[in-house]
């Protein structure tokens, strides 16, 4: 029951009270009152009239019968001593339920008000019972959503913290051992060992890169320049620029995107440097001599693109793990070629800030993946 009609209920409750009390009152108490009353009133009479021998007058002073104004005076006595304590009766019932319903609603506002000082205090696993169905259960299932996103919030930034550490260290301790290598002659200043260390600071550098543009993306500072460009515009841009290391590496890219194919609302750098993470995961993660096809085709109201590569591929616990910042797949393989686990990250927020989708599929490991995603129409 909401808790309005529950007020409204107990309103009522007590006017019913108020009125039954009354009711009973003036059907049982007040006859009874007023009767009393006459009888003493005669038994007065009587008294009089039998010790000082005068006759009932009725003239209103103790003499004969009672006159009709002191039968209303009884009368009006008996109703208003009644009225009194129907009153009463009303005030303790009005009382009684009154305050039930007021610790109904305030008990639980006391216990979140605790509970969100606990919560300000930093004990993020503060979790209130729920018992009843109406606004006031509402809120204390806000209030436990809410605190659950905080905790969530609070393990994320703890979680990013210790995978940041983590980040940093491999290629700290990789420069320090080379230094010290090289200060205590171990290790020849050689030019294959400048470039490791330089390596090394570049992984550093593209890592620092990655953290800031993930903070941007994440933070929604990113301005997106939103026009009209066709599917094939998008897919050149990331092609032209990464077409020679695919040569390099024997690996044949196909465009297959028909020239008939509706313009995209997107902001052609964003999107071109999603296409490039693509192609270049699937250039990374593809042995030599393999294929990559980048594909589209419209799909309701949008472009759904897609890279298709003959690589390693992707197991199904990986498929939606890879896009968790700092997730690789083989650590010491990606870790070599530099990937900071971020890429596909920043890749889902660019997309999704468009107000498209991005996911990966795969048939196991050794078949090759698909990377997916989609743009609404111009
Ligand atoms: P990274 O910089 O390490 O490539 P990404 O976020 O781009 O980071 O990718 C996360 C992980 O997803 C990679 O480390 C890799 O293990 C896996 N991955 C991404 N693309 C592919 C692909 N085309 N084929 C197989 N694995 C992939």
Known sequence: MRLRTKILLSYLAVVMIGLLVISVSTTFVAPRNFAHRMEMMMDDEGETEHGQGRGMMGNGSGYGPPTEAEINQRFRDALNESLLWAGA???VASL??????????????????????????????????????????????????MAESLQQTEAMRQQLTADVAHELK??????????????DGVIEANPATF??????????????????????????????????HTPAELVKFATDRLAPQFADKDISLSINIPPTLPPVRADLERTGQVLINLLGNALQYTPSGGHVEASAQPIDQSIRFAIRDSGVGLTE?????????????????????????????????LIESQGGTLWAESAGLGMGSIFYFTLPLA
Not at 101 to 129: C, D, F
Not at 170 to 183: D, F, K, R
Not at 201 to 209: E, G, I, S, T, Y
Not at 317 to 340: E, M
């Open 170 to 183: 491999t290629p700290l301790t990789t420069i320090m051992g080379m230094m010290e290598g090289l200060e």
């Open 89 to 91: 009766a009303a005030i």
């Open 195 to 228: 470039h490791l260390v330089h390596q090394e600071a570049d992984r550093l550098r593209r890592l620092v890169q990655d953290l800031q543009e993930l903070s941007r993306v994440e933070g929604g500072q990113i301005t997106f320049n939103r026009l009209a």
């Open 317 to 349: 616990a990986d498929l939606t793990k890879i896009f968790q910042r700092f997730y690789r797949v083989d650590k010491s393989r990606s870790r070599t070629s530099g990937g900071s686990g971020i890429g596909l990250t920043i890749a889902r927020h």
């Open 96 to 145: 009684v339920i009154s305050t039930f319903v007021t610790w109904r609603i305030t008990r639980p506002i006391k216990v979140m008000v605790s509970a969100s000082q606990r919560i300000a205090n930093g004990h993020y696993e503060e979790r209130l019972p729920i018992q009843q169905r109406d606004e006031i259960g509402d809120l204390l299932h806000s209030f436990n959503q």
